[in-house]
């Protein structure tokens, strides 16, 4: 199982890696090698690099810290298991087992579960264990208890001839090892893919394909956006139904939105992409000077954490070319809601709890109830914007009167 674990996120940091630095190779490819570029990046000046890079090298400060304590602990862990019982190697690293007096036992709860915290005395501090494997009723305070002890503190409990390793032994710390470097190697995919587009000159002509007419397209998304806001709808309905006591209607609104959710997002997005896409290579379609390639939009359409901040600034790139009739109070509010319904809902779900008056349970519902209000913003201001894009691209096809296909 934890081999399954930990190859996830290897393989989806790998399809990061791969799409970031393609995403990089399709602009180094455009007349500059990467001693040019090198020298673009550098040319920027100390103010320039802070400003485009603060966010990929916060990550890094970040991920490196958490790698290095992750490194620490793991290392403590393999130490543990490295180190003989006394009785079999009397080393001065050996791990003693002794009879110690239990001078407490409560539980401690956490998102994990219940925890067993058991104080000793002599000076041994206490130790922790999941309360699933050691329930605080096989323990008695005030009597003895044979203790494992390694390094002056208490890493197991021995009872009944089973033995119940606490949470000193830091096995689960390979985790933090591999988010440490995940969150490494994000942060210089990030900070490359900043520096090397804020290096980029303005004006770098990108009109290699041909003018597709977005009707298809946007057919399809004024079909799934409003059926999105249907199941947003439901949700906000569950709510009611939740107000007034009928708490199996409710469960019944929420598990809709939710299923409903499943199969309609990934579609969704999907068709939001190639639309996106096909919006951006118009503009260079029909003429228009634009920056990236085709494949740059899609991967920072779907790479995190490109995909926080690119789509705005590709966005107001198009609005910008095309005239179309975009304000920018627009183009903030349907990016700001977008991402407002996104955080929300991630909220919502991580703080997901069964039980219903906890401040936990308080925090779902407020994240859950604001993400809908959130969504039909974001609904609403995502179909202005369709339109009035598509609308200015087809103008500006039929000034032109260039190809389309």
Partial sequence: MNNFAVAIPIALTAVYIGISFRAVGHILERGQDWRSRLRSIVALGPGALIKHGWRAFLLLVVGLVVLLLSISSYSWHLAYQAAPACEVAGTVDCRELRQLQVSGVHIQHAKSGDETVVDFAGGYGSATFYASDLPPSSLEVGGPVAAEVWRGDVTALVIDGKKHESFASQAGAWIGIVAGAAMLVLGLSWLLIDLTVASMDPDIDQSHDKFAAPTKRRLTLYVLLPVFGAL???????YVALVIGSVATA?????????GGILTVPVLILFFVAW??????????VGLRIRHSAWFVAAALLVPPLNLYMPYRLIQEVVSKTGAPVTPALLKNWWAFSLAWLALTILGMVTSTPETTTPQALLQEAALGLSIAAGLAAIVFTIRLIHAIDAAELALYHRHGHGMR
């Fill in 276 to 285: 996106f896409v096909r919006a951006y290579v118009n503009v260079g379609a």
């Fill in 251 to 259: 469960n019944m609104l929420a598990a809709v939105y939710f299923i």
């Fill in 232 to 238: 947003l709808g439901a949700l906000a309905l569950g």
